[in-house]
Every structure is written in C-alpha cells, then in structure tokens.
C-alpha cells in the first residue's frame, strides 16, 4: 500500500542536543509538509516543500530545519530542542491541488 | 480573514447512538472541504472530503458529511457510533491564497460511553 512512512515513532532528546525526525513516501507526491502539534490542538505548519522549493511559514523558529533529498524523503532537524519542543510531529503528503493531504503516524519527541 | 469553526471541543455519546460534528468555515467561494480523524497517538487520516457535485458524501468508517452553502457548514454525521471512534475529529479547508495548505479546526474530541 502506498503510504507515508516516519521514523522513529518515539524519539527523546536532550535539552540542546541537535535531533533529526524522518519522513519517507511511497505516494510520489509532489508536496511535503512537516507540522508540529501540542496536546490537544490541531496541526501547526512549520514548512513544506513543493518538489525542491522550500517554504518556510513565518512564525516557525530557526532552530527548526529541513531538507529533501529527493522525492520521496524529507528530514526535519532541530538544532537545539528546547523543552517547548516537545510535541508530535507529523509528516504529509500531497499533490499540491485543492489541498489534499496525506499523513504519517507521526513522531512523539520528548525533551528531557 | 480565512478560518474553520469547530464549536464543540468535546462531545460524549452512547455506543450505538447516532453522531453529528459541526464544521462551519469562511471562505470566499465554494471550497473543497475535508474531514480528518485522529486517534490518540496516532497521524490524521482521511476521512472524507467535498470538492464539488453533490453535497452529500460518504467517507471510510461509515462516515457522510454534508455540505451547506447557505450555512457555511460542512458537519460530519454517522448513525450509529462504534467504541473505536473515540478519537479527534479536524475539520479543514484549503487557505485561499495558497490551496495546497490547509486550515485546521480546533478538533472535537469524541467520547463514546459503553
């Protein structure tokens, strides 16, 4: 089945030590989005790639960060998890029309 | 400027009882519109979604929502809710000015009483 694949599930760091989520797809889908989400809100966009174009959203902190490699992977890095970092992260896909998206299971990051 | 209204932040049924979500948004023409579920834990997954023609649609899970112009809404209904739908349920909408991203409601939580 085509899907959305993130690794690791769970991740916990520490205070200021850089991490790094991944995201993997199958869908071949054009667009690639990372959000963050806090217990018991919706998703907040951080960026999404459309094919190679980087788009950051406004409010999202430098000390997050993130590559795509190719079409069918995208990173997210934090260089310096603050505890306020501690979330869900989660992946998505899309084809870039009329804003359908597809998501992973997510990464559950603790910083310690 | 542009948003998704979900009113309800937690609604509790009886397992077997019949469900309805509300979703009202702002928007300045006919949107296409989305229902996701999440489960505790888990990513968001399609539940279903209106881009045009009829305005009653059905989704996975035994799922329909309708879609009504005049009321700006788009609710989520199922008739008889099952224990495993205790869940979030997001409502959103493309942003305008860019239709490949999408607006989220605040999310209804979705309690079912045994």
């Known amino acids: 089945d085509a899907m959305v694949i993130q690794n690791p599930r769970y991740q916990v760091t520490q205070f200021g030590k850089p991490v790094t989520l991944s995201c993997s797809q199958t869908?071949?889908?054009?667009?690639m989005y990372w959000y963050q989400q806090k217990s018991s809100q919706a998703p907040k966009l951080l960026f999404h790639y459309y094919d190679k174009d980087f788009n950051n959203e406004a409010d999202t902190p430098d000390n997050f960060q993130s590559r795509r490699p190719n079409t069918s992977f995208c990173f997210l890095d934090i260089r310096s998890p603050g505890l306020g970092d501690a979330a869900m992260y989660l992946c998505a896909t899309g084809t870039g029309l009329a804003g359908e998206q597809y998501f992973g299971p997510g990464t559950r990051l603790t910083v310690t | 400027a542009q948003s998704v209204t979900q009113p309800d932040i937690h609604i509790t049924v009886s397992e077997g009882a019949s469900l309805e979500l509300r979703c009202n948004y702002s928007?300045?023409?006919?949107?296409?519109l989305f229902w996701y579920v999440q489960s505790p834990g888990q990513g968001l997954q399609l539940l279903l979604k209106y881009f045009s023609g009829d305005t009653l649609v059905q989704g996975i899970k035994g799922f329909e929502a309708e879609f009504k112009r005049s009321q700006s809404s788009f609710n989520l209904r199922k008739p008889s809710v099952h224990w495993s739908d205790a869940a979030e349920y997001f409502c959103a909408v493309p942003l305008m000015d860019s239709s490949y991203k999408l607006i989220f409601g605040s999310g209804t939580r979705l309690l079912v009483r045994p």
């Open positions: 869908l071949n889908h054009n667009v």
């Open positions: 928007y300045g023409a006919t949107p296409y």
